[in-house]
């Protein structure tokens, strides 16, 4: 736990001094927000609203959280922490957290966009729901981004995986958009994320409705995703005292 909790503090507190970062976190959400209430007219909904931060949430991830020990590896501290006698599950999960807690930055910044910028108003909505839905995406976040990490470094095709998923994810996972207004094969690959079933609970909480089962969907399937991670990180550890391969890129 104390390895963790460094590892998300140094992690936050170097993204927090990026320019690359913060403008991602905050112009992301802010951009896709605008053209969202354009496109409706100028009357978007909250619903409509978090998903352009949850967005920017996603940027941050997969630049961030899948690319952590990639980054590592460049940087030439990768191996330093492969030798050392910790977990390397522990700081991949920190860094990770980090960077979706940078990302809930856009949530922010596209709510406050919309409410003094735009001048939106919105409709009453059940916050807890909402803000146990938030928490649900952030979660599945932080689990793809684990398992993505571990991807990254054994594919060792990082720029490119990243530059391809960015926005099929969003899309089909029903970030700005609901995905029951999509074609449904398209909805339905979106349900073999977390991060899907997850937005199905925001979408239920802007409407009221009970999203328990979704709910536990989202949890079970991020543990899932979890529990690949971990048995990546420790197959990236094998190979590298096996192969001694972590300098190739």
Do not use: H
């Amino acid at each position: 736990m104390r390895l963790y909790l460094a590892a998300w503090w140094l992690q936050l507190r170097l993204l927090s001094r990026s320019p690359f970062f913060v403008g991602m976190a905050i112009l992301t959400p802010i951009a896709y927000c605008s053209i969202a209430v354009l496109m409706a007219g100028g009357q978007a909904s909250l619903r409509i609203v978090v998903g352009a931060g949850l967005m920017g949430a996603w940027s941050t991830t997969l630049f961030g959280a899948a690319e952590a020990l990639f980054m590592q590896r460049f940087s030439g501290t990768l191996e330093f922490l492969i030798g050392s006698p910790r977990s390397l599950v522990a700081p991949v999960l920190g860094f990770a957290t980090a960077t979706v807690s940078l990302g809930a930055y856009s949530t922010v910044a596209a709510w406050l966009w919309a409410r003094f910028v735009l001048q939106l108003g919105f409709e009453s909505v059940s916050w807890s729901s909402m803000s146990g839905g938030l928490a649900l995406t952030f979660v599945s976040l932080t689990s793809i981004g684990v398992l993505l990490a571990g991807l990254y470094v054994l594919t060792r095709k990082a720029i490119e995986i990243t530059n391809v998923m960015e926005y099929p994810i969003w899309l089909v996972c029903g970030v700005l958009v609901p995905a029951a207004t999509l074609w449904p094969p398209i909805a339905a690959a979106g349900k073999l994320l977390p991060l899907g079933w997850a937005m199905e609970v925001v979408d239920r909480a802007a409407t009221g409705e009970p999203a328990f089962a979704q709910a536990g969907n989202a949890l079970g399937l991020s543990m899932i995703y979890l529990a690949v991670g971990v048995v990546l990180m420790r197959r990236i550890d094998l190979l590298a005292r096996k192969r001694g391969t972590l300098r190739l890129r």
